[in-house]
């Protein structure tokens, strides 16, 4: 019999870059789905690393930062795969950085948790 785990859910609301910036992940064993932004979802990129899509594309020019950030979470935290969406619009590599560290530490917590 396979043993079942539930989906669940951690919000967070913090200041990154000077950036309001709200989110949560949804998680079970080996997906996680990452929402952060500022109003609305734009993007949605999936990883199974090192595979990659972008599965909504907006208009938004986020493309690579989103693959980038997507890519990354899949291949340095536990899960082995990971949807991450956004609305952020920003040209600047820090940003998306601090971002990405900011949400591997996230991830790592939940695994703590568990």
């Known amino acids: 019999m396979v043993k079942s785990t539930p989906i669940q859910r951690f919000e967070f609301a913090e200041k990154i870059c000077n950036r309001d910036l709200r989110?949560?992940?949804l998680y079970s064993t080996e997906s996680a789905w990452?929402?952060?932004g500022e109003s609305k979802i734009e993007s949605i990129g999936l990883a199974h690393f090192p595979n990659f899509t972008m599965l909504v594309d907006g208009e938004n020019t986020q493309?690579?930062?989103i693959?980038?950030?997507?890519?990354r979470l899949t291949?340095?935290?536990r899960f082995t795969q990971v949807f991450?969406?956004?609305?952020?619009e920003c040209e600047e590599g820090?940003?998306?950085k601090v971002l990405n560290d900011n949400m591997l530490e996230k991830l790592n917590a939940?695994?703590?948790n568990q």
């Open 23 to 25: 989110g949560y992940v």
């Open 34 to 36: 990452i929402w952060v």
């Open 63 to 65: 493309r690579e930062f």
């Open 67 to 71: 693959k980038s950030i997507t890519l």
């Open 75 to 77: 291949k340095t935290s």
């Open 84 to 88: 991450f969406t956004t609305d952020i």
């Open 94 to 96: 820090m940003f998306w």
């Open 110 to 112: 939940l695994h703590s």
